[in-house]
């Protein structure tokens, strides 16, 4: 029996909604944990993704769905803080996925650790906050040169995802997934099919991962998302859709809370689910990392060791077409050896 590196989830990955209220100091708590990465969206309306983290400041926001450059945002307006238990938004100014009077919010919370250290181990010193026990780092950093350069992740093992942007121009987001490799790269803003570019990701190792020239800008700075898999609570890999509604089962070893998805051989969208909008058993939505959208159907079942894909969209479950995928549990399979108590079946 495979037991949980993790015992509570919880604490390092949280889904919270709520409803926007458009005033200025709008609490959101219950997390159950202060978070380092926020990523908002609005459900109920068409408008962009936000993402903040402790490492940029709470009032630069870049969104998922487009290759724009960092917003500044102005004081009391869209996101003001990272709290003990939550975070709090201010009246929204540039982002209606924050506290849109009235709008049906979702917002997914990760936990690294503060605001971070120095870190030497790549070729360009950068600032990262690192939670080695939940496998997640948050690298700050601008580059002196166009590249190739190495950038210490804080992790201690390699990472088996990241997910980065520059941050002061108009560029894509990019993505290295273990399943594909240092020589291909995919796009979150877009729902483009995976790339074939030599040395776009260069090695990835258990201390640093390094990026080309044709990712990065001189005197731009950037951040990186790293994720390294833990048992019983994240999971990044890849599966091949079979085109039925009694779809490809996907074991992941625990329940799922959050799992993104991206057919990678075509153009379909990033596909997000989570254990919060409507829940489990063929009664969830979508949304899109790369699209405005409000949530549309199109479910999937979470299960109490992984998914399985319930319709025969190509987005998630077309026929002989490879997805990858990135989840985090709400509880693992199986907690731990002194007292394993399996996650109850849905």
């Not at 210490?152 to 997934?177: C, E, Y």
Request: charged residues 15%; aromatic residues 12%; proline residues 3%.
């Amino acid at each position: 029996m495979a037991y949980a590196s993790i015992n509570k989830p919880g604490l390092y990955f949280n889904t919270k909604l709520f409803t926007g209220n458009g005033s200025n100091g709008h609490a959101i708590t219950g997390v159950g944990f202060q978070p380092d990465w926020v990523w908002l969206k609005n459900r109920s309306g068409a408008t962009a993704h936000v993402l903040v983290d402790v490492l940029r400041g709470q009032n630069k926001v870049l969104n998922s769905n487009n290759s724009g450059a960092e917003t500044t945002t102005n004081a009391n307006k869209d996101f003001r803080s990272f709290d003990s238990d939550g975070f709090t938004v201010d009246t929204n100014e540039n982002f209606g996925s924050t506290n849109t009077n009235g709008a049906n919010i979702a917002s997914w919370c990760w936990k690294a650790n503060g605001t971070g250290s120095a870190n030497t181990d790549g070729s360009v010193n950068s600032t990262v906050s690192v939670n080695t026990t939940a496998g997640f780092s948050i690298c700050s950093f601008t580059q002196a040169s166009s590249g190739p350069i190495t950038i210490g992740h804080g992790l201690g093992v390699a990472p088996d995802m990241i997910i980065g942007k520059s941050r002061g121009n108009t560029s894509n987001w990019q993505i290295f997934h273990k399943s594909l490799g240092t020589g291909k790269f995919i796009q979150l803003n877009t729902d483009g099919a995976v790339q074939t570019v030599s040395n776009f990701w260069g090695t990835v190792d258990t201390s640093i991962f390094t990026i080309g020239s044709n990712q990065i800008e001189a005197n731009q700075p950037s951040v990186y998302y790293c994720f390294v898999e833990k048992k019983g609570y994240s999971k990044f890999s890849q599966y091949i859709g079979n085109e039925n509604t009694n779809g490809t089962f996907v074991y992941t070893g625990f329940k799922p809370a959050w799992v993104m998805i991206k057919r990678t051989n075509s153009g379909n969208h990033w596909t997000i689910y989570d254990n919060k909008r409507l829940g489990y058993n063929n009664d969830n939505k979508v949304l899109y990392a790369n699209e405005s959208a409000s949530e549309e159907e199109l479910e999937i079942d979470l299960l109490s060791n992984g998914f399985k894909c319930r319709n025969t969209d190509n987005k998630v479950n077309g026929s002989g077409n490879p997805y990858i995928y990135m989840a985090f549990a709400e509880e693992p399979l199986v907690a731990n050896v002194s007292g394993s108590i399996p996650a109850t079946a849905r």
